[in-house]
């Protein structure tokens, strides 16, 4: 059984550019959410997508978006980056919105670089 | 203060030692705790999921939950040098979806 998958692993940006990372859930999980992973900060909750709809935001700026498709495939998008963006992006999927028993699965995270 | 504390660590121990990892909380409200592995270059996995007080043993993994003191606890017994890892703690509420992480504390299991 497929893992989530995230791609690409690794990016760099500059300043100012915008950038789109894509996850694919595991087969039949229907919700995705995004976290920002720095060794500051730790892990920061992002968004959460069911059924194509953004149940959940973070406390992120406007510059920071994300969508589901109908496959329940996910993408975010970071507008106008800066460089404290630079970060491990992780993608998580589990099969309800009520994770319980089970958690999240997550990817193995895009490695995003702001130079 | 955050509402999850959780010391990074590295906490260096020999194998075969019992680890124990730790979490602090704030909100009184989360009732469903969490611990994950997250091996270098790798995304967090689930090692265990509880809920509410008391414990649950997996293996050579024991999580531990306080709700009274807020508090709550990962035990490895006999632990491996594939053990090195860092451990993140998460937890929520009833009535939300989304877990709150701690920082995570780094492993180190030397031969």
């Known amino acids: 059984k497929a893992g989530v998958t995230q791609t690409p692993r690794y990016l760099i940006k500059t300043r100012g550019q915008q950038v789109t990372l894509s996850c694919s859930p595991i087969s039949g999980h229907r919700s995705v959410s995004w976290y920002q992973q720095t060794p500051g900060q730790g892990l920061q909750f992002l968004f959460e997508?069911?059924?194509?709809?953004?149940?959940n935001k973070g406390n992120f700026p406007g510059r920071f978006s994300g969508r589901q498709f109908s496959n329940s495939r996910s993408e975010m998008n970071v507008s106008t980056l800066e460089l404290g963006d630079s970060a491990l992006y992780l993608c998580?999927?589990?099969?309800?919105?009520?994770?319980?028993?089970?958690?999240?699965?997550f990817g193995s995270g895009t490695r995003l670089t702001v130079v | 203060q955050k509402e999850v504390e959780q010391d990074p660590g590295p906490l260096s121990v020999p194998e075969g030692a019992i680890v124990s990892l730790n979490c602090t909380y704030s909100?009184?409200?989360?009732?469903?705790f969490m611990w994950y592995r997250q091996y270098s270059r790798k995304g967090p996995e689930l090692l265990m999921y509880?809920?509410?007080?008391g414990n649950k043993e997996d293996g050579r993994f024991t999580a531990q939950v306080d709700k009274s003191s807020k508090y709550i606890s990962l035990f490895i017994r006999d632990s491996q040098p594939s053990d090195s890892a860092t451990y993140l703690c998460a937890m929520r509420s009833g009535g939300s979806y989304i877990p709150t992480f701690g920082r995570g504390t780094s492993l180190i299991v030397h031969p």
């Open positions: 909100n009184s409200a989360f009732q469903y």
């Open positions: 998580a999927s589990s099969w309800a919105r009520d994770n319980t028993n089970y958690g999240y699965t």
């Open positions: 997508y069911f059924s194509e709809t953004q149940r």
């Open positions: 509880t809920y509410s007080s």
